[in-house]
Nanobody
Framework: QLQLVESGGGLVQPGGSLKLSCAASGSTFTITTRGWYRQAPGKQRELVAIINSRGITRYSDSVKGRFTISSDNASNTLALQMNSLKPEDTAVYYC?????????WGQGTQVTVSP
């Protein structure tokens, strides 16, 4: 079993920055892929960024060049640095890991980008 706890969400003005963190505990040695997803009101959950065990990353086109995903496997912490935030980035952000053939999700953290 795995547990994920996110932190770092909040309210920020357009153009600002936020950093999200996700701490994993439990059977972390089974994790193969880590990532961030988001869900805006009335929309489906979508991929933001993922990173695999070799450090290879992939980003959605909407955040490429603005967001950076990083993983510290020693501390089992996943981070998402978000710069140049836009109102359309407003959503609940979820930490995700894939381990032993299933997905695990955090509880979500709200990010609101507004003047």
């Amino acid at each position: 079993q795995l547990q994920l706890v996110e932190s770092g969400g909040g309210l920020v003005q357009p153009g600002g920055s936020l950093k999200l963190s996700c701490a994993a505990s439990g059977s972390t040695f089974t994790i193969t892929t880590r990532g961030w997803y988001r869900q805006a009101p009335g929309k489906q959950r979508e991929l933001v960024a993922i990173i695999n065990s070799r450090g290879i990353t992939r980003y959605s086109d909407s955040v490429k060049g603005r967001f950076t995903i990083s993983s510290d496997n020693a501390s089992n912490t996943l981070a998402l640095q978000m710069n140049s935030l836009k109102p359309e980035d407003t959503a609940v952000y979820y930490c995700n890991v894939f381990a032993t053939f299933r997905n695990y999700w955090g509880q979500g953290t709200q990010v609101t980008v507004s003047p």
